[in-house]
């Protein structure tokens, strides 16, 4: 996990006497290259993608690394290192970054925020466990939304050590040898001295997912609607009879023919909630695309 | 060392496979968030030392945090578990945060770095090990600028995993706390299986430190001049007698009286040169107080 970043040392021996409020991660290298990449130069999704294979940094067939199971493989290993028992994949949320277009990246910047392949995991109440690995917006000030290129960062919150961040090459051959390196000789010692092994009891003894539906979350909204008056009232209608607030829109001039973007960040809200304020939103005769909605992460 | 940031564990086991290139470290919170408090607000070494003990950042007596040995006595620690032998304190470079005036934060902010108490601890020619601890422009640019308050951060480069860095509360009983546990059952294992010493052998045998004239580096000199023509020329004249070159100036207006402030970047150059070319500098009529002079750490 992570190449050269010795972060399941640090989780499973260093924090030892941490339990763990929380770990934000940006763990797939190519992922955070095509981000950086069109973050720096404003190209979108598709000739990003090319430049990364072009340059050795994604494979020919860069699917798990793009739709965001590379880095959930490795959320999921940490999320169990950290709480004891193992995740089941089709528990946890996972979207990639092919829907992330020039366009998003623009208008996160316009407001204050970076968009990066985040895995989040969170505890929350009653043993339940967060996880989710998707594009997430990152407020501009967070070290997070510094972490460019391939490299790779995880920032961990224990209740005792608070607040940390590591930060190195996530991959390559390289990095991947001193990891492996470092197990080896961990591997070598524990043959004269057979140590405690690190296994995990059974899902429910010590916690379980937070159903998808039911994590809290800020969220980016971005929709195509029809350039009239009183198409803002009919979407913020919407979100109102789910309960939804608005903390803030974006309604830039027309570009594309008939319908105009309009993006609004939306107040935290559960996402089964938010999934069903959608529903009535993609009925609605102004709008005229899919909604995309990406996660808003503050790191309160 | 360095609180809750499990420097030691990294050092030691995760990057066993590789040979530590440098170690750069913020390993001081106290120095940090003084220097940080005179770069936010402008102001001066002592309100912000005052400011620092109200807050319980500071000792009632904080001669060690502020001359550097507090850094020095961590960075003495980092670089003998990084190369295999204990250094000695008498043959390593430390200088304090006391001489760093909020003049000096101005004119390194226009030249681009912020200043910061960095330990340096860089192999180099024949097992030689450079380690100095002292007041430091760093290139804004790079992560360890960012580096604020009370926070403590490593940035180490090995031959194997390349660059990385490690972040977090530098101090604290909390954070403090975090490393006691980890180490207090690392020892509860060792108990049941005498693992192998860590120790060290002499001195001489794996490297030595690298002696301060020796050690080469980019400096930011300031001095106080007359404001009269000629004296650039005279100044450049006696760095130039040492073959020392210049790589910027800057001079601005007159602020205190006839002396006048007179800001260098100054070419890489041994310490011993440098500090031969302070003696003649000094000894110049035109200049009219004790240089003060402050390495630059370009990373490279």
Redesign the interface.
């Known amino acids: 996990v992570a190449g ?3 972060i399941i ?2 989780v499973r ?6 339990q763990f409020e929380s770990i934000h991660g940006i763990l797939n290298g190519t992922s955070n290259y095509i981000l950086t990449r069109m973050t720096e130069t404003g190209m979108d999704f598709a000739p990003a993608l090319d430049e990364a294979q072009k340059l050795g940094y994604a494979e020919a067939d860069p699917a798990l690394d793009i739709n965001g199971w590379d880095a959930a493989h490795k959320a999921i290993i940490l999320a169990s290192l950290a709480y004891g028992f193992w995740l089941d994949p089709a528990q946890i949320s996972v979207a990639g970054i092919e829907g992330v277009t020039a366009a998003d990246i623009r208008f996160a910047d316009e407001l204050g925020y970076r968009i990066k392949l985040l895995a989040t995991i969170k505890a929350g109440p009653e043993r339940q466990i967060e996880v989710r690995v998707c594009p997430t917006l990152i407020p501009q000030t967070h ?1 997070l939304a ?1 972490v460019n290129g391939v490299f790779n960062a995880i920032a961990v919150r ?1 209740d ?10 996530g991959a ?1 051959q ?2 991947t ?6 197990d080896l ?2 591997a070598a ?1 524990a043959l ?2 057979p ?2 092994c690190y296994g995990f009891t059974s899902h429910d003894l010590y916690g379980r997912c937070l159903p998808v539906g039911e994590a809290v979350s800020k969220y980016y909204l971005r929709l195509a609607v029809e350039d009239r008056p009183g198409v803002l009232a009919q979407i913020a209608g919407a979100l109102g009879e789910s309960g939804i607030g608005i903390l803030s829109v974006i309604q830039p001039e027309g570009l594309e023919g008939e319908a105009i973007p309009l993006v609004l960040m939306v107040h935290d809200a559960a996402y089964s909630a938010m999934q069903a304020a959608l529903g009535k939103i993609s009925a609605l005769p102004c709008v005229k695309a899919p909604p995309v909605l990406f996660h808003v992460e503050s790191f309160s």
Not at 13 to 18: D, K, R
Not at 160 to 169: A, D, N, T
Not at 177 to 182: D, E, K, L, R, T
């Open positions: 050269g970043i010795p040392k640090v021996e260093a924090f030892v006497g941490n070290v510094s224990g005792v050590v608070g607040e940390s961040l590591f930060y190195g090459r390559g390289d990095p040898a001193s990891s492996v390196i470092a000789v961990e010692l004269e001295v140590r405690a």
